[in-house]
């Protein structure tokens, strides 16, 4: 079976190193994310230091904890993640690389198109159809979110 490949794409009111910067602060992803009905119970960086290729994180999902990395960073355009699961035989049974990439669209605007490739093994692939829909629905979530923390009004402290 062939990958699950799909584009996202929105218009984001703010300057293209804020979108960028928001997107590579894996922890911060934790405050933008929160309350959206993701999947995502929360993330955090694994490896120390500035986010660039290589970097590890830890997702904790409601289906369970997923391992990724960036393997692509270019500031402030490109940025492609890539995680994993595993059986708990240690077999591979799905990977993703959600990936962002950005352009400047007048004033102050950012166009992200956010690419979401999956890859199911093994038995797993008998459900395509649904990781299709799951995946497809996740990944919209989570652009909506980005785009929706920068337009809603500053929180006080």
Same mark, same amino acid.
């Given at each position: 079976?062939?990958?699950? =490949?799909? =584009?996202?794409?929105? @218009?984001?009111?703010?300057?293209?190193?804020? %979108?960028?910067?928001?997107? %590579?602060?894996?922890?911060?992803?934790?405050?933008?994310?929160?309350?959206?009905?993701?999947?995502?119970?929360? +993330? $955090?960086?694994?490896?120390?230091?500035?986010?660039?290729?290589? +970097? +590890?994180f830890?997702?904790e @999902?409601?289906?369970?904890? @997923?391992?990724?990395?960036?393997?692509?960073?270019?500031?402030?355009?490109?940025?492609?993640? #890539?995680?994993?699961? $595993?059986?708990?035989?240690?077999?591979? @049974?799905? =990977?993703?690389?959600?990936?962002? #990439?950005?352009?400047?669209?007048?004033?102050?605007?950012?166009?992200? *198109?956010?690419?979401?490739?999956l890859?199911?093994?093994?038995v797993? *692939?008998?459900?395509?159809?649904?990781? *299709?829909?799951?995946a497809?629905?996740?990944?919209?979530?989570?652009?909506?979110?980005?785009?929706?923390?920068?337009? =809603?009004?500053? $929180?006080?402290?």
């Open positions: 079976m062939r990958p699950i =490949e799909f =584009e996202i794409e929105r @218009t984001i009111r703010a300057p293209i190193d804020l %979108v960028f910067a928001r997107l %590579v602060d894996i922890d911060g992803h934790n405050d933008w994310m929160a309350g959206t009905g993701s999947m995502l119970k929360h +993330t $955090r960086q694994t490896s120390p230091g500035e986010p660039r290729v290589g +970097t +590890t830890v997702d @999902t409601t289906q369970g904890t @997923t391992p990724g990395e960036i393997v692509e960073l270019e500031a402030p355009h490109t940025i492609v993640f #890539h995680w994993w699961d $595993r059986s708990r035989s240690g077999r591979l @049974t799905f =990977e993703g690389w959600p990936s962002y #990439h950005l352009e400047s669209s007048g004033d102050n605007e950012t166009l992200v *198109r956010h690419r979401g490739k890859v199911s093994y093994g797993w *692939r008998l459900g395509t159809p649904l990781w *299709r829909r799951l497809v629905r996740e990944r919209t979530i989570t652009v909506d979110a980005l785009k929706a923390s920068f337009e =809603e009004a500053p $929180r006080s402290t």
